[in-house]
């Protein structure tokens, strides 16, 4: 009997119409139907963030992708939002994995939980479903771009691989989702390795450039230099060290690692 092929549903957060998405849609193709439910608008740095002010609207739209038309849906809300209208009102059935990315510049440290490439995993697993996020290191200037100085070919490869290897698996105890960040010059031969996340934030918040608090102006930020204080297991150390990919299990469970007893105890003297 011929295995039928797995239902991937496909989302982001910088925006319907980013060429990381299309990378990734175009490689997940290879090995299971792809649905891709993303923000009409870009959408960086909204985590899992269901804001009330978000329309709501869904327009079908059609795309080219490598001379393939696509029937996509841009939702007007975040990538979470993306992510519950995807399974709520538009996949007909359950889908066997989620996929969030490729994300311009990549999540690591301390700053996963304003990413909204992985707040679109996170509302993913929290409803159950496997889940993959994936996001490539870029100059901070492509951030908030659809530039095509950046290349996905090869991160668009590491998102097939990994979300293979989630399909063809049993869930793993304790594991709610996978955060995959791939180094900018990757090639399909560049090795990968685990690593929890860097006690560091990586992005520094800089304050707006204006005159006057009358003015608009919004919260910048940079990368953060932190690398002689970085630990060697870290996804930071990994992807800018070591120059390999670095994979992190992620649990949602954001309880302390401390005997809560203990912890009671500390408490109460």
Known sequence: MKKKKPHILL?????????GLWAAASELSKIGY?????????????GRSLPSTSDGIIRKEQVQVNGQEWSVY??????AQAVLH???EI???????IVSGINYGENV?????ISGTVGAAMEAASLGYPALAVSLETDTHHHLTHSDEVDFKVAGYFTAYFAGLILEKE??????????????????ETGWQMARLSRHRYYEPVAANRESWDVPGSIGYRLENNMENEQENTDVFVLRKKKMVAVTPINLDMTARVDLNEFERYLRK
């Open 11 to 19: 989302t982001n957060d910088d925006g319907i119409r980013s060429p």
């Open 34 to 46: 792809v649905t891709v439910v993303a923000p009409r608008e870009q959408s960086t740095g909204m």
């Open 74 to 79: 841009a939702v007007g809300g975040s990538p």
């Open 86 to 88: 995807g399974i709520l």
């Open 91 to 97: 996949v007909p059935h359950k889908p066997d994995l």
């Open 109 to 113: 440290g301390l700053g996963i939980t």
């Open 171 to 188: 869930s793993f105890e304790g594991v709610d989702l996978l955060k995959v960040e791939v180094p900018r010059h990757a090639t399909p």
